[in-house]
């Protein structure tokens, strides 16, 4: 309950932000920016699995926000809003994702010391990323933002202007062709 009143609180306060920046008060996208900028990196480091392309399209989000503050609608949901944006970048992106090299990889979880089982975890967790890459967009994207990104279904679809039904679907196949591709190294 309380975590659906912090929510529904940091909506009213995107919101009022919102309306100052609308009145020319740029210290107010500010707030927003800092209050939304880990997300929008988070996402789009994981829908593009480089740190480099995920900041310029971070960058991108915010100032194509910045430009459509007007065609954002007070009552919604900022931050999925931003999301959005940010995820149409990320599929729009014309290159394709780099490979992840080990020393890119933190092999979470890992509570040995011994090096083998290391670089055995590290390798997993490559291929999870280069096969989670390698998925169509649209698949990849809901894959992100599900399991990476833990958002429900229904902000998932509010998030690429999707239904409900759809995102289902396409987990579902995403899955599928997950499974298809790691039955050799999980």
């Known amino acids: 309950m309380e975590a659906v009143l912090r ?19 740029q210290e107010a996208f500010r707030v927003l920016i800092d209050r939304h ?27 194509r ?8 609608k007070p009552g919604g949901h900022f931050g999925a809003w931003l999301r959005r944006i940010a995820v149409n970048l990320c599929l729009n992106e014309r290159r394709r994702p780099t490979a992840v090299s080990l020393d ?14 290391i670089v055995l975890a590290a ?5 999870v990323r280069r096969a989670i890459h390698g998925l169509p967009p649209e698949y990849r994207a809901v894959v992100v933002l599900r399991y990476l990104d833990g958002l429900s279904y229904r902000d998932i679809a509010q998030s690429l202007g999707v ?3 759809t995102v289902e679907t396409r987990l579902h196949r995403a899955k599928k062709m997950l499974q298809e591709r790691l039955q050799d190294v999980v």
């Open 104 to 117: 890119e990889v933190d092999p979470d979880g890992v509570t040995t010391d011994d090096p083998v089982h």
């Open 65 to 72: 926000a910045y430009m459509a503050l007007d065609r954002y």
């Open 123 to 127: 390798a997993q967790a490559q291929a």
């Open 7 to 25: 929510a529904a609180t940091m909506t009213n306060d995107d919101d009022a932000l919102v309306a100052r920046c609308r009145a020319g008060e």
């Open 37 to 63: 900028q880990r997300m929008v990196y988070s996402v789009a480091l994981r829908m593009l699995g480089n740190a480099e392309e995920a900041t310029d399209v971070a960058q991108e989000t915010f100032v």
């Open 163 to 165: 239904s409900v039904p």
